[in-house]
């Protein structure tokens, strides 16, 4: 289908945006996102760097986001080399950790009052969904008004944002439209061959397209890609409510065969966080059984001291994969002593969360 699609797709030149298939994708995600104008790019980073680099930050300059962001965290630093700004990290401490709110950023904010030790915030960058969780409409809008009140401006990292609109059961624009930018990616849950959109006003969708050139970003006949990640749009995002329930019911299947194995961040999208620590079940076995069904988690060689795993599922994951994956827990929980699994929980129990970026 995919392959059909991108063959009757156009072949103009989208550095001089003659090309048909990427403005049709551009508007048709701008419009989604109740926004001016779109940008279609490479990569999420690409995106989310451009917001950042087409705010036309000053030095000094800072930004607030979530300490877990993914901006701050795995984008190579990009934000100092590109943007020449600073991050003040947040923690979300008001909310249990879940999400980050207007007390917690108060917090962390730097006002423009002369201090020379400062870098005064220009910026608020948030994250939905994060690890999977979905930050509620209520608290965006009120970070909306705190933003507005202190002349910053707000960027989301929406490259899961379809899915909290999904989870959280409102449109897409209820979100998107409270951000002055929004990189929403295709590539993931989507399930695009490639690419992540940027959308803003006109001028500030000007300026990254110029900013993309000279990152070296400008891609010509792209109109293949860009009429794919507009069919996954039309007819994948439908199926994403499946995809959550999936998600919950593999989380549930784990927890109930998995002896001690616990699931550690609420599942309230497609991502399941997994700590093996308290069933003894070693993460290698469990990848390498996987394996051979044909399921793939990747921690094939994880070291014995490594016991948390991020499982994310997509549209095309099957109920019979997830069964397969549960029945794979109930036995090697089966065969794994109870006392062994005591001994690992207790040899780890002052560790702390590992990222699940790691690949030891
Ligand atoms: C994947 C991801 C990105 C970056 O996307 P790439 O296309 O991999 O560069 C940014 N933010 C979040 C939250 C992501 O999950």
């Not at 948030?126 to 969780?133: M, R, S, V």
């Not at 300026?207 to 109109?223: L, T, V």
């Not at 499946?242 to 599942?267: D, F, W």
């Not at 699994?341 to 702390?352: C, F, I, L, N, P």
Request: glycine residues 8%; proline residues 2%; contains cysteine.
């Amino acid at each position: 289908m995919i392959k059909e699609i991108m063959l009757g797709a156009s072949r103009g030149d989208d550095v001089y945006e003659e090309d048909e298939s990427v403005k049709s994708l551009e508007h048709h995600v701008a419009t989604l996102a109740g926004h001016e104008a779109g940008l279609f790019c490479a990569s999420g980073t690409m995106t989310n760097q451009l917001a950042f680099k087409a705010s036309l930050l000053t030095p000094p300059a800072s930004i607030l986001c979530d300490r877990r962001s993914h901006v701050y965290r795995y984008e190579a630093g990009g934000l100092a080399s590109h943007s020449q700004t600073t991050v003040y990290p947040v923690q979300a401490i008001t909310n249990h950790g879940h999400h980050i709110t207007v007390q917690d950023l108060e917090r962390e904010f730097v006002i423009d009052d002369g201090d020379v030790h400062m870098a005064p915030t220009r910026l608020i960058s948030l994250e939905n969904t994060l690890d999977g969780t979905v930050m509620p409409l209520k608290e965006v809008q009120a970070i909306r008004q705190f933003a507005k009140a202190n002349k910053v401006l707000l960027h989301l990292d929406g490259a899961r944002i379809w899915n909290a609109a999904v989870a959280a059961g409102c449109d897409l624009k209820d979100y998107t439209q409270e951000f002055d930018s929004v990189s929403l990616c295709v590539s993931k849950g989507i399930g695009a061959p490639i690419g992540s959109v940027l959308v803003g006003n006109k001028s500030l969708i000007k300026k990254a397209r110029h900013f993309r050139k000279m990152f070296g970003g400008g891609w010509r006949q792209a109109g293949g890609l860009a009429a794919a990640a507009h069919w996954c749009i039309d007819n994948v995002w439908p199926t994403m409510k499946e995809t959550h329930a999936l998600a919950k019911y593999l989380a549930e299947g784990i927890e109930r065969e998995g002896k001690g194995a616990s699931i550690y961040t609420p599942v309230e999208s497609n991502m399941v966080f997994l700590d093996l620590a308290g069933s003894g079940i070693l993460l290698r076995d469990l990848s390498r059984s996987l394996k051979e069904k044909g399921i793939r988690i990747g921690n094939e060689d994880a070291a014995e001291a490594q016991t948390q795993v991020r499982l994310v599922l997509h549209w095309q994951i099957s109920q019979q994969a997830v069964d397969e994956f549960i029945g794979v827990v109930r036995d090697l929980a089966t065969t794994t002593s109870f006392s062994e699994g005591r001994a690992r929980q207790h040899d780890h129990s002052s560790k702390k969360q590992q990222s699940v970026y790691g690949r030891r």
